[in-house]
T-cell receptor, first 115, second 111 residues
Framework: DGGITQSPKYLFRKEGQNVTLSCEQN?????MYWYRQDPGQGLRLIYY???????QKGDIAEGYSVSREKKESFPLTVTSAQKNPTAFYLC??????????????FGEGSRLTVL | DAKTTQPPSMDCAEGRAANLPCNHS???????VYWYRQIHSQGPQYIIH???NNETNEMASLIITEDRKSSTLILPHATLRDTAVYYC????????????FGSGTKLNVKP
């Protein structure tokens, strides 16, 4: 089945450690996104990528880094510079072609807890 | 940006229609209205989108007013599994859509 796979589903980290969240899609979508969600809040955009080897900062990129070396993969690294990393992280993808962007398809999320 | 305004919560009886309103008074002529929902601790799920005409699919109906300043998502026969946060989104039209999810409406479907 086509879809987006995020791993791990749950992750615990000690303060000062970097951690990388995986996001893989087999929908052949050009665009991929990372969002953060805090309890009771909406989603906030961290980074997005329209094509391979290109990505842009969203609204809350500080303390995060991404790479887009392959079309199907868009990993997110939460660095030690991120002050409040405990959150629910969501990856999404969409068609993006000729100025048109389709609806977002989301993974099931990764819940990061900093101890 | 076209901001959207939604009530923070709504209740609906099981089996009845759920009508979720959204105001988007600053929407531009070529901007679409999208609806998503998020069941607790899961990724958001796409429901429906539209430009100016009413739309219907297997999940819901979308009614957009003639002036396009507001819309209503209709779940015709709500079930307990429809309990979720519903987001109304008008993506920014820069060179690339960016979907901004606010706080949405928490729909509580009650037996």
């Amino acid at each position: 089945d086509g879809g987006i796979t995020q791993s791990p589903k749950y992750l615990f980290r000690k303060e000062g450690q970097n951690v990388t969240l995986s996001c893989e899609q087999n929908l052949n979508h050009d665009a991929m996104y990372w969002y953060r969600q805090d309890p009771g809040q909406g989603l906030r955009l961290i980074y997005y990528s329209q094509i391979v080897n290109d990505f842009q900062k969203g609204d809350i990129a500080e303390g995060y880094s991404v790479s887009r070396e392959k079309k199907e993969s868009f990993p997110l690294t939460v660095t030690s510079a991120q002050k409040n990393p405990t959150a629910f992280y969501l990856c999404a993808s969409s068609i993006s072609s000729g100025g048109y962007t389709g609806e977002l398809f989301f993974g099931e999320g990764s819940r990061l807890t900093v101890l | 940006d076209a901001k959207t305004t939604q009530p923070p919560s709504m209740d609906c009886a099981e089996g009845r229609a759920a009508n979720l309103p959204c105001n988007h008074s600053t929407i531009s002529g070529n901007e679409y209205v999208y609806w998503y929902r998020q069941i607790h601790s899961q990724g958001p799920q796409y429901i429906i989108h539209g430009l100016k005409n009413n739309e219907t699919n297997e999940m819901a109906s979308l009614i957009i007013t003639e002036d396009r300043k507001s819309s209503t998502l209709i779940l015709p026969h709500a079930t307990l599994r429809d309990t979720a946060v519903y987001y109304c989104i008008v993506p920014r039209r820069v060179s690339f859509n960016k979907f901004y999810f606010g706080s949405g409406t928490k729909l509580n479907v009650k037996p």
